[in-house]
């Protein structure tokens, strides 16, 4: 489960929590984008370039990727989610006012439809209604609620000629994911996370309407993210991660993440959801340990056999000179093959075999009564 942060150093200072005029329940001191004194308090979702690009939070193994994504909000209002009484099983809703449905028909869980809670300003007064945004579904190991589809990402070849990275080439994609939306930390905290359009970095210090939403939004049936807050899934959570096929190999790509996928949320700016940053892999092409399965063992007497198998490869080449998949060994010696793969020609590593040839030797024996000797 995600860790929630509660130490007062990752909230707003206590004097700027409680001074500021700016809050859910006052709007004298919130700014609206055009400068009025009447307007909608939207979130605007953003994607942190600064831990897509930490190597160290984007582990690569063969045949996967992990990813882990921030979503800062650095609108002029908070993103605010909550659950509804309607629940959706299949293609049916059902609404259901005093009882939680937790189980559909098919043993699954419900979707829990969501709304958008949207904060107005009207001169020192504050308001809000609500919009559908969605939905929600209880997740079994994290035991709280993710909002539905939050992100996708992707692994991608570029294309210098189409500026939307949405439509490159796909190399490997993952799910649409759910997220517990949740206040897990200031941009003051977590330095460099957020950053508008220009490349300035936001923080307490120029972050129009900070803190508004209060700072604890956290996993259940309210979610959301205030303003000057980010949400953070690191790539050890569930579902964090994407199958690289076998015909992917090692080399330049593109890793692009989309915050709000079916733009099921209204944001100041609708234009600043996808990042794009390149991303190398290098764990993706066959090692030469990894070329011949050994069945049996490789020290055994004259007589018996030892099979190899090379894998991965559409052609192989031996050094015994033969060319099938499986060979059978009687003889001592380093056995290696070439292998044709997706990602090209790999040589294995050796395999070293000995076969001890052993003589039987005869010792005397006497019976004492009609038998066998050995």
Partial sequence: MKKLFTALFLLLPFSVMAQSPCTTANGAGCLCPDGSTNCDLYPDLTVSQLLLEDNYYQPET????????????IGYGPLNVKASDYYVCGTDTTYSPFTNV???????????????????KDGDGMSSYNRWAGSMTYHPTHFH?????????????????????LKWPIAAEGAKLGFCLMDYGTCDYYDGYCVDNDGGVRNSSNQVNYGLGGGEYSCGLDQGISVGFTDIYHYWLDDMDMTIPADVCNGDYYLVVMVDPNNNFVETDETNNVMAIP????????KPEEIIDINGVTTFCKGDALELTAKHGSSYLWSTGETTETIQVTQSGNYTVQSNTLCGEVASAPIAVTVNDVTPTAINDTLCHAGTAT
């Fill in 145 to 165: 609620m993710h909002v539905d589809a939050w992100c996708s990402f992707s692994l991608r070849h570029r294309d210098e000629t189409e500026p939307d990275p």
């Fill in 279 to 286: 991303f190398v892999l290098n764990n993706q092409n066959y």
């Fill in 62 to 73: 063969r045949g996967m990727l992990r990813v882990s994504i921030a979503t800062p909000n």
């Fill in 102 to 120: 937790d189980t559909c028909p098919d043993g699954s869980s419900p979707r829990q439809l969501i709304k958008q809670q949207v904060y107005h």
